[in-house]
């Protein structure tokens, strides 16, 4: 029932900038952590960037000073605003929210999105 989406991925040239959104349907309730990951090709999914409401925010040490997470004024948004890019960063990324409301606990993903960066 609960889906997420992520957009705004595409193909940039390093040093280019991107901001990613992710929008959530069919929640009952506001998602408390929401967070964004990402996994290249032959490699594991990575933690990015997190935001907990209200504003507390986590970073990976690879994007710490070049991205920047934050909560969308719709309910259950996230954008993550990725500036400075490099051919690193090129991954398909994932938004997740995850949490628990009592003794649900629920984990939810997006499609993903793509983001090449050219050298």
């Known amino acids: 029932q609960v889906q997420l989406e992520e957009s705004g991925g595409g193909l940039v040239t390093a040093g280019g900038s991107l901001r990613l959104s992710c929008v959530t349907s069919?929640?009952?309730?506001?998602?408390?952590?929401m967070s964004w990951f990402r996994q290249a090709p032959g490699k594991e999914r990575e933690f990015v960037a997190r935001s907990t409401w209200p504003s507390t925010t986590d970073y990976s040490d690879s994007v710490k000073g070049r991205f920047t997470v934050s909560r969308g004024n719709a309910k259950n948004t996230v954008h993550l605003q990725m500036s400075s890019l490099k051919p690193e960063d090129t991954a398909v990324y994932y938004c997740?929210?995850?949490?628990?409301?009592?003794?649900?606990?629920?984990?939810?993903w997006g499609q993903g999105t793509q983001v090449t960066v050219s050298a």
């Open positions: 997740n929210a995850r949490g628990m409301i009592g003794s649900y606990e629920y984990d939810y």
């Open positions: 069919g929640s009952r309730f506001v998602f408390n952590d």
